[in-house]
């Protein structure tokens, strides 16, 4: 992908800087939206001795109450992909879901925008995965029930963006690329560079660079669409991509998407 400029919100996140490393290593431009003034050194740091360049724009989620709000930050940018990886503990549904649903509505309607990479979770569903065991079942249940908001936020957010993914296509808009990445149980540590993408088990772990490689690898594509589960695994990080690809794989799969449509619409 040539000439990418990518707008990262949650930018000082540690996915989010991993991401932001490795996007600067391949030229692109990156625009990392922070919650405070003091995060600004450490982020324009990673961009020392990198092919691309970065800036940062300063700014609380919190404060983007509508689309329109959304909007304003995307034209000030004019990105050609947007990164959702922020999350809040105590702001839930603040973040995860309502800014999260608002830049996906702005994403959607721009078309500069070609891509929308969300950083999400496997237990983020409401049906349990066909692919899913006995045991996976009774994971994915302990899970969302010990954090049920969290759950709930983020799979209202991965949902509004299959929906308006879907009133993109129908109105004829540019090709668009809309991703969640959903990484089980994050490890800190170097990368390994090995992992397993798509149909995975419900719970797991993963280093936090290699999820960051994986959303890279996704996003320099033009052919990555979807829903994509991440756990440790054997398969290097462009190979589990491919894989993925070639098979068609994606872990919307099992889930109810004319529901989703009509809750959305």
């Known amino acids: 992908m040539t000439e990418a400029h990518v707008l990262v919100f949650g930018g000082n996140g540690r996915i989010a800087r991993y991401m932001t490393s490795l996007m600067l290593a391949r030229s692109w431009k990156v625009t990392s939206v922070i919650r405070s003034l003091h995060q600004k050194k450490s982020l324009l740091e990673l961009g020392k001795s990198q092919p691309g360049t970065i800036d940062t724009l300063e700014m609380d989620l919190k404060d983007i109450k509508t689309p329109n709000d959304a909007s304003r930050i995307l034209e000030s940018v004019k990105p050609t992909c947007v990164v959702f990886a922020a999350?809040?503990?105590?702001?839930?549904?603040?973040?995860?879901?309502?800014?999260?649903?608002?830049?996906?509505?702005?994403?959607?309607?721009?078309?500069?925008?070609?891509?929308?990479?969300?950083?999400?979770?496997?237990?983020?569903?409401r049906a349990a995965a066909p692919w899913w065991g006995k045991r996976d079942i009774q994971n994915w249940q302990q899970e969302t029930n010990s954090y049920p908001d969290i759950a709930e936020a983020k799979i209202q957010a991965d949902e509004y963006l299959v929906a308006m993914n879907k009133e993109r296509e129908a109105r004829g808009g540019p090709p668009f690329q809309a991703i969640s990445l959903r990484p089980s149980w994050l490890l800190t540590g170097p990368?390994?560079?090995?992992?397993?993408?798509?149909?995975?088990?419900?719970?797991?772990?993963?280093?936090?660079?290699?999820?960051?490689a994986v959303g890279v690898s996704l996003l320099a594509r033009n052919d990555t669409n979807g829903w994509y589960d991440l756990v440790e695994g054997s398969d290097s990080v462009d190979k589990a991509v491919d894989m993925c690809v070639e098979d068609g794989v994606n872990c919307f799969e099992g889930e109810d998407i004319e529901r989703i449509i009509k809750s959305y619409s």
């Open 191 to 212: 990368a390994t560079g090995r992992v397993k993408l798509g149909k995975t088990p419900s719970l797991g772990q993963v280093k936090i660079a290699d999820v960051a």
């Open 87 to 125: 999350g809040s503990f105590g702001d839930v549904y603040a973040i995860d879901r309502d800014a999260a649903q608002h830049i996906i509505k702005a994403s959607t309607e721009a078309p500069y925008i070609t891509k929308f990479l969300m950083i999400s979770f496997p237990a983020a569903r």
